[in-house]
């Protein structure tokens, strides 16, 4: 941070009292990212795009753990592919840049810059696949995508935005089932595990689900002001687009068949989604397993002890090098008390304090950014204690949030109670819904609640919903919440 003023790193909007305030002041002050000069767009800065690269590296180890491989699509999209699936393209269209000029002059055909690849894969998948034994497909591509959103917020909703997304294709329709939930389960232990982020797991209601798909299966976390996000998701896509895009295989019984797809991605909106769960008063907190530095070391180095302290500091940091991400802070500009409070604000998981006292009795002080716990450590036990305490951080998040998502979590029947916790408090509510589109759409209506997911478990129930009083044999327990 290039300002010298102990006010700008503790000056950030209470979460308490300015929730969507204080989420902008920490991408900003944390130097997460940026707005960009075309509207709706934001630069990543170097710390953002860090939790990015970690993120991603971890989610492709899954990925190709399970068998996928990763290519990579182009940008621009005939016009004309999209226009093939009427409903996927009336689910994009509100959000679709368009191409119509070149140079100077005007394109034969206008160009899609990408929403989502479906079309574009579809189109190739065809020329690929030809036999049963071409399958399955199992590809996986990261990549840039444009909708142009109205409403616009640094990583949880801007018009270009970074993501991976998956596109499979199986023999049967029982193969892509098992593929969609297969990855879905994926998302929910990268979530849990490398974000420590609890989400519940569930299918969308066909008001809710993909434009295109069969269904849609969600991973849902709830933000530390009551709203939902949506995580991520993976589809069945069924045959839809393999049928209008013709890919098909000469099958073992010897017939022509239309391949089973599935697709699935999540998008830099979990960067978005850790701020909001694990951030507090002081600013961000990042996970251990994602954050760019995971241990900074700050020396303190009154006169005359300077290069002593300096000298040690400097031995702590080849010995940590070796088993964590860890940087040194030895600017002379800045005090240790100013450093102190621009680390927290931006979340590394340790800080580590040597000072002459600490060198003398050969210890270094531990500070937790997420208990503010000092833990101090003799130099002897100084790589396996950083690591064991990494580890207890990365717990103790999980269980914060676990706690969090749990106690405001509601189930209830009644429906003027449901309005209260909605108007007053928020979180997730558990309720009875009669499986109709029009009281899905009326509770949307009247609270902005909308149906998050249903759980994967969930058996049809016979209590009355909450909304019209009914029972139904389509009706399920659902879960509700205002989202991003």
Known sequence: MAENSQEFVQHIASKSENFSQWYLDVVLRAELADYAPVRGCMVIRPYGYGIWENLKGLLDKRFKATGHKNAYFPLFIPGSFLEKEAEHVEGFAPEVAWVTRAGNEDLAEPLVVRPTSETIIGHMYAKWIKSWRDLPVLINQWANVVRWEKTTRLFLRTSEFLWQEGHTCHRTKEEAEEEALKMLEVYRRFLTEDLAIPVLTGKKTEREKFAGAVTTYCVEALMTDGRALQAGTSHDLGQNFAKVFDITFLDKDNQLKYVWQTSWGVSTRLIGGIIMVHGDERGLAVPPRVAPTQVIIVPIMPPPHEETVLAAARDVFER?????????????????????????????????????????????????????????????NLESAVTDLLNSVQEGLYARAKQFMDENTHTLVDYEEFKAVMENKRGLIYAPWCGSDECEAAIKEETAATIRCIPLDAKPSDEKCIYCGKSSTSGYWVYFAKAY
């Open 320 to 380: 940590l090098d070796k088993v964590s991400r860890v940087e040194i802070d030895a600017r002379e500009e800045f005090s240790p008390g100013w450093k102190f409070n621009e680390w927290e604000l931006k979340g590394v998981p340790i800080r580590l304090e040597i000072g002459p006292r600490d060198v003398k009795a050969g210890k270094v002080v531990l500070v937790r950014r997420d208990t503010g716990e000092k833990i101090s450590v003799p130099m002897d």
